[in-house]
């Protein structure tokens, strides 16, 4: 797959948002570690993806924040058979998806041994998108940093998660 026209937002929130969800106890969460080194976080969101016969997963959201200088991450964990798996394209892309979108620039690359797809964008800053195995994906959002710390800060993050997860 090499047209990037939708930006990775959008699939997202189409996919969260169309299944019935319910709000449960961060204990119940994904694993997204409270702190990673001057990182801090806030309480994490975790939501079920459940329908009336089925449990599809979870979903879990946090905000890691950066006292100096100052800066914020949002990461979302999905993990389970209604977020899927994410399938990110085979070998090195680098493109934009002008004229259409919002002129972002969209590339594939490796974070820790993972494949990912970062978009890049004046108005929507930087998401990536880490595909973390069968039925489980890491995403990141940001306007407060450099790509260069964006990288580091996930290539951590996938490292710690890979002590704590099965």
């Known amino acids: 797959m090499k047209n990037f026209s939708v930006p990775l937002f959008v699939l997202f929130s ?22 990673l080194g001057e990182w801090r976080t806030e309480p994490p969101v975790s939501v079920r993806f459940e329908t009336a016969s089925h449990d599809l997963g979870v979903w879990e959201n946090r905000t890691y924040i950066r006292a100096a200088p100052p800066a914020s ?27 259409l979108g919002f002129v972002s620039v969209y590339k594939t690359l490796d974070v820790a041994g993972k494949s990912a797809i970062l978009e890049r964008g004046e108005v929507t800053g930087q998401v990536m998108a880490v595909a973390f195995g069968k039925n489980r994906t890491l995403t990141f959002e940001t306007k407060s940093v450099s790509e260069e710390e964006l990288l580091t ?14």
Request: proline letters at 10%; hydrophobic letters at 50%.
């Open 14 to 35: 189409a996919m969260i948002f169309s299944l019935r969800a319910f709000v449960v106890s961060p204990a119940e969460g994904a694993p997204l570690p409270d702190a």
């Open 153 to 166: 800060f996930a290539a951590r993050l996938v490292v710690e998660l890979e002590k704590n997860i099965r």
């Open 73 to 99: 991450i949002g990461v979302d964990w999905m993990e389970g058979a209604g977020p899927g798996t994410l399938r990110v394209p085979e070998g090195e892309i680098s493109r934009d998806d002008a004229p």
